[in-house]
């Protein structure tokens, strides 16, 4: 499974996480190309629970190799915690919904067995 074929199946499992949980999925793979920057922001899965709009950046890893010493979550660094900041603002105004309304960053972790079938899943809210 390579690495594009590895991430779809983490976000399909991660919106099946949240629909269990009684998030309501608003948006997906919202992209963003930053003014005066080559660089794009990009927010896996936009979900609203209980009044709170979510941010949620989704990270798989299979469960061999390096991912037995690092986490997925070790992959959102302060850089792309900042993007992901500058990609949510983004979307609220364009939404017109204020940017002091209820919303956070939220990151999913998933380790995925490919071999048992089987997937960790750690949610992480901000």
Same mark, same amino acid.
């Not at 190309?33 to 950046?57: H, L, N, T, W, Y």
């Given at each position: $499974? +390579?690495? @594009?074929?590895?991430? +779809?199946?983490?976000?399909?499992?991660?919106?099946?996480?949240? #629909? !269990?949980?009684?998030?309501?999925?608003?948006?997906? +793979?919202?992209?963003?190309? $930053?003014?005066?920057?080559?660089?794009?922001?990009?927010?896996?899965?936009?979900? @609203?629970?209980?009044?709170?709009?979510?941010?949620?950046?989704? @990270?798989?890893?299979? !469960? #061999?190799?390096?991912?037995?010493?690092?986490?997925?979550?070790?992959?959102?660094?302060?850089?792309?915690?900042?993007?992901?900041?500058?990609?949510?603002?983004?979307?609220?105004? @364009? !939404?017109?919904?204020?940017?002091?309304?209820?919303?956070?960053? !939220?990151?999913?972790?998933?380790?995925?067995?490919?071999?048992?079938?089987?997937?960790?899943?750690?949610?992480?809210?901000?």
């Amino acid at each position: $499974m +390579n690495t @594009k074929e590895l991430g +779809n199946l983490g976000e399909k499992i991660a919106q099946d996480y949240l #629909k !269990n949980k009684g998030y309501k999925i608003l948006d997906k +793979n919202y992209c963003f190309r $930053m003014p005066g920057s080559p660089q794009k922001g990009e927010i896996d899965i936009i979900a @609203k629970k209980d009044g709170v709009i979510s941010f949620i950046e989704v @990270k798989t890893l299979q !469960n #061999k190799g390096l991912s037995r010493i690092f986490s997925p979550e070790d992959k959102v660094n302060f850089l792309k915690r900042k993007r992901l900041r500058k990609t949510a603002e983004y979307w609220l105004t @364009k !939404n017109k919904i204020p940017l002091d309304s209820k919303w956070q960053i !939220n990151i999913i972790a998933i380790t995925i067995n490919l071999v048992e079938k089987e997937a960790k899943i750690r949610y992480f809210k901000t």
